[in-house]
Structures are given as structure tokens and as C-alpha cells.
């Protein structure tokens, strides 16, 4: 089961997402890139959280520091 939450960032022709899983019984944060109709996993967060709004969150934290690198 996944829950996408948001657009990130968008640089070079690639869209950085958020988005959570959930994985036996606990949510768990994902960043990740879409081009063209592709998209791929490039940071999954290691906590484990008891709801999507807090996974997504978790990604909305690592995804600012990896946005830093994805636009340049």
C-alpha cells in the first residue's frame, strides 16, 4: 500500500516526489524520481513510523538535503 504525498522539486527534466509504503504494519518515508513515466526509488528513510503523516514527513526532511543535490 503506498500514499503519494507531494512534489519536492523539478530540475533537468526530472520530478522529485514523496511518498510513503507500508511495510508489515509500520509506514516508512520514500523519495523518489519520476522522468518521463519512470520512477525510481532513491532514498527510502530507516524509521518506522505508526502513520503516513509522520512517514511523509520523515521524507519531506530527507528529500530537502537531497534536493539540494538534485537541482544542481
Known amino acids: 500500500m503506498r500514499r503519494r504525498q507531494a512534489v ?19 509506514w516508512t518515508g520514500v523519495v523518489k524520481i519520476r522522468e518521463a513515466s519512470e520512477e525510481r526509488v532513491v532514498h527510502v528513510c530507516i524509521e518506522l513510523r505508526a502513520t503516513a503523516d509522520d512517514a511523509l514527513l520523515d521524507a519531506e526532511h530527507d528529500a530537502q538535503r537531497l534536493a539540494l543535490m538534485f537541482a544542481q
Open 8 to 26: 519536492v522539486a523539478q530540475a533537468h527534466g526530472q520530478t522529485m516526489l514523496l511518498d510513503c509504503q507500508w511495510q508489515e504494519g509500520w
